[in-house]
């Protein structure tokens, strides 16, 4: 293991039966496409596969440019400085034709959300950030120039947040907000939450959800995850194999959808004339996999994953959204 990635604060949830669902080869060429701090990737270098490592943040980067395997010739870790929607492009433009495989790891990682400069948490005040690739809108810049109903449709459809007009109405009443605390005292005075420390009762912050929203609206991250899953069709060859890992209800409805539409296993009606049934994309689609209490235990960040994996047929690719 690296000096790199031993320091990490990130622990890979699922990294056993990732790994396996990658089933990684000496010489297989692996698309890591959400890096973070490298646990998924210095596993399958460990392995003897080659790995494109994918990371919109530059710390990230940064951090993996350092690997012995970045600076070997020819280098077994390529490192791309782009969003992982890019993925066909980004190997057209490095000459590689086939990949075997591609792990996602969808969400915020453990380093950003420690990290209180960053903004994404309320467990320390920090700027009101949330950028994973650190430039564009921030989530101070979307919260004090939005309308009210626009800020109100972001809670709702990305936080599942209910009551989400009384929080937009309570922000933009609060105007100008700047860090993360500011945030957070007003989604939980909005909704009158009071936390008891001496309850173990005490029920989730309501904070939560709104800093859910804010930080997949201000990043895009269900429009990237539904083109990495497109990009990832046209990616893999025969045989390759597509393990993505999330962390609540609406990225792993995404996955859920897709891979049974891949599949060809949509459907149809007794009540309509038969169709042709279009060639399944993928085969040996997994159920839902879960960490075990004893990965949670060490792990909490592992209590909502959820694996799903499949494997590449010799079907052409579908035309991309």
Request: hydrophobic share 40%; aromatic share 4%.
């Amino acid at each position: 293991m690296t000096p790199a990635s031993a320091s990490a604060p990130h622990i890979p949830v699922l990294l056993k039966e990732v790994i396996a669902a990658l089933a990684p080869q000496e010489g297989d060429i692996i698309i890591d496409a959400t890096f973070g701090a490298g646990g998924y990737t210095r596993a399958l270098l460990d392995a003897g596969a080659t790995v494109h490592a994918f990371d919109r943040d530059p710390d990230a980067i940064a951090s993996g440019s350092k690997w012995p395997e970045a600076q070997e010739r020819p280098p077994r870790l390529v490192l791309h400085a782009r969003r992982f929607s890019a993925m066909v492009a980004a190997m057209a433009e490095a000459g590689v034709t086939r990949i075997d495989g591609i792990t996602m790891d969808i969400g915020v990682s453990s380093m950003q959300l420690d990290r209180a400069e960053r903004g994404f948490a309320f467990s320390s005040d920090g700027p009101l950030d949330m950028r994973m690739s650190q430039d564009g809108e921030s989530a101070a810049d979307f919260l004090n120039a939005a309308e009210e109903s626009t800020i109100a449709d972001v809670l709702y459809q990305y936080g599942e947040e209910r009551q989400s007009r009384r929080v937009a109405r309570a922000i933009v009443a609060a105007r100008p907000l700047a860090t993360t605390g500011d945030l957070a005292r007003v989604v939980r005075k909005a909704l009158g939450y009071r936390a008891d420390a001496q309850s173990k009762r005490a029920p989730k912050d309501p904070a939560t959800r709104s800093f859910q929203a804010v930080r997949i609206h201000v990043n895009a991250e269900l429009e990237e995850l539904k083109e990495g899953l497109e990009a990832a069709e046209q990616l893999l060859g025969e045989g390759g194999r597509l393990a993505v890992v999330s962390f609540h209800s609406l990225e792993d409805r995404i996955v859920k959808r897709y891979l049974k539409d891949a599949s060809g296993s949509t459907g149809g009606s007794r009540y309509l004339p038969e169709i042709e049934q279009a060639p399944a994309i993928y085969r040996e689609i997994s159920k839902a996999i879960k960490a075990g209490d004893a990965e949670v235990n060490d792990n909490p960040r592992a209590r909502s994953a959820v694996l799903r994996h499949a494997i590449r047929t010799d079907a052409p690719a579908r035309e991309a959204a």
